[in-house]
């Protein structure tokens, strides 16, 4: 086996196990995700998990950076083409909604909670989410056209924390008709700021 080839399957399993991690995550919490629900979700053996990551903690530390990439990847290819579309600020919106929502967000999530007690995630945690966050407001900023930084900034942390609660309090309510609603109001008032002279 060549060197490359070899490199292209400890980059698979690596892959393999840190998506397992997030299944995990998800289907199990934080508690009940064990390093052998890891191994024996991924379909790997032992020694191969422990050749990629030495201990529970540091495969969760590259859990942390492996989905602040992905929510961010998922952000950049929904918002990078927009462009002056007039529909900007709702795609925009809407891809923010998407990137805190669904199994990226919920394991992210279990590992927020945990951070608050464990400072080894928590160290990793925090700029992995400034980074994020960062390009996240970046973004938004392109897109938002408020041209006062205060108001921007007071709209993008409302934005923030609207998506954010509504994905967390998701499962607490059948009907998703008020998030839409909730969010159509954020961005009737983004609008107005838009407009005021």
């Not at 422990?50 to 929904?78: C, Q, W």
């Not at 394991?107 to 700029?127: K, Q």
């Not at 407001?137 to 938002?144: D, G, K, L, P, Q």
Request: hydrophobic residues 45%; glycine residues 6%; charged residues 25%.
């Amino acid at each position: 086996m060549t060197g490359t080839t070899r490199d292209l399957q400890r980059a698979r399993t690596r892959e393999t196990l840190l998506n397992a991690t997030i299944r995990c995550l998800v289907n199990y919490g934080y508690a009940d995700t064990t390093t052998q629900r890891i191994q024996d979700e991924a379909g790997v053996s032992r020694g191969a998990l422990l050749h990629h990551f030495g201990s529970k903690s540091e495969l969760l530390v590259a859990a942390i950076h492996y989905i602040a990439d992905m929510r961010m990847a998922h952000v950049t290819d929904v918002i990078g083409d927009l462009g002056d579309d007039p529909n900007g600020l709702r795609r925009m919106v809407e891809a923010v909604r998407e990137a805190m929502a669904g199994p990226l967000f919920q394991a992210a999530l279990e590992l927020w909670t945990a951070s608050r007690t464990n400072e080894e995630l928590r160290a990793a945690l925090v700029p992995a989410e400034r980074r994020l966050g960062a390009a996240v407001r970046e973004v938004f900023n392109a897109h938002v056209g408020i041209d006062d930084p205060q108001q921007a900034r007071v709209a993008f942390e409302s934005l923030m924390a609207l998506v954010r609660g509504l994905e967390v309090t998701r499962n607490l309510r059948d009907d998703r008709t008020v998030d839409d609603l909730v969010l159509q109001d954020w961005i009737a008032r983004v609008e107005q700021l838009r407009d005021a002279p």
